[in-house]
């Protein structure tokens, strides 16, 4: 089992920035692979950026590259999302997830594959 709380959402401005970490706990919690996903209001849920257990491969929505960063420190077990440059249109709800190690590769090659734990998320708002 592992749980996963995200923290550092709040409202800023357009241009700002702001850091999401990911916290996770259970044994085996740095084994996984992990995933930002978000939910704006109305929308359905979509990928945002992922990291492998190791963190040596990263992969992002084509919305975010550039502006976001994905990061792991598997000691401390936490994940982060550095979000820079942000837009009105990142205004969302921000999940983590873990996924199996193998089912990285499920969201590297641009699609999206089964989650095994969910965070609770954190609310992110981007005022113009």
């Known amino acids: 089992q592992v749980q996963l709380v995200e923290s550092g959402g709040g409202l800023v401005q357009a241009g700002d920035s702001l850091r999401l970490a990911c916290e996770a706990s259970g044994r085996t919690s740095s084994s996984y692979a992990m995933v930002w996903f978000r939910q704006a209001p109305g929308k359905e849920r979509e990928f945002v950026a992922a990291?492998?257990?190791?963190?040596?491969?990263?992969t992002y929505a084509d919305s975010v590259k550039g502006r976001f960063i994905i990061s792991r420190n598997n000691a401390k077990n936490v994940v982060s999302l550095q979000m820079n440059n942000l837009k009105p249109e990142d205004t969302a709800v921000y999940y983590c997830a873990a996924v199996q190690p193998n089912n990285y590769y499920y969201f590297s090659a641009g699609g999206s594959g089964p989650v095994d734990y969910w965070g609770q998320g954190t609310q992110v708002t981007v005022s113009s």
């Open positions: 990291i492998s257990w190791s963190g040596g491969s990263t």
